[in-house]
């Protein structure tokens, strides 16, 4: 019989691609995994990795077990949620991942509202980029998650993970206010962008979605943007562009209750979307359920929901 805590492990190395990954993910010894993963491939009764050099690659056999382990783990996700509706009465812990400007602008008060309506449930909020949380879900780390996408960095199929829709954002050129050029639209858009592209540019860390997404949407008005700043909050972004410092582009939560009159902000065709993220079968579980709900009640009016 296969173990399911190794078929964990194995999933995991397939998409970490080291075995030192799996073990600083999982909080485990890369000894403790190499032996773990050997037991496995013991009861499979066949190879299910091959190394080339320092990485370690799954043989078909391995590729082949990690989509069943993928159907296992989700069939025990399905069986916890029903568990988990049987008992009735939410309590225990739900560890939430968020990114910066829902954490400010929407995660309080859908918490506020999940106490309201479910006082035993201890929400435990981790401020945690996009592109990590397909790993953290994975790992046990975050139950449910808010991740975002936008019309240039697409949110990739995530094995093993499951989505709902939550809301979309218009998206914004911040220039200094001396700087502004008018017009805005379908070729607009570009014709705005290439204005701009030989100032400095402002952008997030690179790694993240939102660098990618500032940096894809200067490709596509045909210049690669001249960076000068790279700042994740975007309340300090408005800051330097207020300063004379560069141009930027910010979603609709970033502009929220801004009013410095040095930045002039020109709004985009290109939009943000938001989703809730969870591992494939949770979600009929009660908690992740429960939070969705809190959300959607907690989602200011400005902004586009999706999905009820």
């Known amino acids: 019989m296969l173990d399911v805590r190794r078929l964990r492990l194995l999933r995991e190395l397939a998409h970490r691609g080291t075995i030192a990954a799996v073990a600083e ?84 008060a859908a918490l506020a509202e999940l106490a309201r309506r479910h ?40 094995p093993g993970l499951a989505t709902e829709p939550l809301y979309r954002e218009a998206m914004y050129l911040a220039t200094p206010a001396q700087w502004t050029c008018a017009g805005v639209g379908g070729a607009g858009q570009r014709a705005l962008l290439r204005t701009h592209a030989d100032e400095p540019w402002i952008t997030a860390t690179p790694g993240t ?43 609709q939560l970033g502009i929220t209750g801004h009013a410095d009159p040095a930045v002039a902000l020109t709004r985009l065709v290109m939009e943000r979307r938001t989703n809730v993220a969870f591992r494939s079968g949770a979600a009929a579980h009660p908690a992740v359920a429960a939070f969705g709900a809190a959300l959607r009640a907690a989602l200011p009016s400005e902004l586009s929901g999706e999905g009820g």
């Open 25 to 108: 993910a999982l909080s485990f010894s890369p000894s403790a995994v190499s032996q773990q993963l050997s037991v496995l491939e013991r009861e499979a009764g066949l190879p299910l990795l091959e190394r080339t050099g320092r990485r370690v690659r799954l043989t078909p056999a391995g590729q082949n077990l990690v989509r069943h382990a993928d159907a296992v783990l989700e069939l025990l996700e399905r069986a916890d949620a029903e568990l988990a509706e049987a008992r009735g009465g939410l309590a225990g812990a739900l560890r939430i991942g968020s990114f910066p400007t829902a954490t400010r602008a929407i995660v309080p």
């Open 119 to 158: 006082p035993g449930l201890e929400p435990m909020v981790s401020e945690t980029d996009p592109a990590a949380v397909a790993h953290a879900l994975r790992a046990g780390d975050l139950d449910v998650a808010l991740i975002h996408a936008y019309d240039f960095v697409p949110a990739p199929e995530e």
């Open 209 to 251: 979605l939102c660098h990618a997404m500032t940096v894809r949407a200067c490709e596509d008005a045909g210049f690669m943007p001249r960076i000068r700043h790279q700042v994740d909050e975007f309340a300090t972004v408005l800051a330097l562009v207020a300063a004379g410092q560069g141009v930027a582009v910010v979603p």
